[in-house]
């Protein structure tokens, strides 16, 4: 009816705290990465 899916309906309503802002996309990036190089490795 509206053009999104039933899970993504359910994942808002999940999420919803009574604020808009709530809402709001929230990001995905990774807070480490164990595979991430650091500045003393970089010896190039």
Do not use: A
């Not at 309906?9 to 996309?25: E, F």
């Amino acid at each position: 009816m509206y053009g999104v899916s039933l899970s993504s309906v359910k994942r808002w309503c999940k999420q919803y705290d009574g604020t808009w802002q709530s809402l709001l996309p929230k990001s995905r990036r990774p807070h480490s990465h164990p595979n991430r190089h650091t500045k003393e490795r970089k010896t190039n």
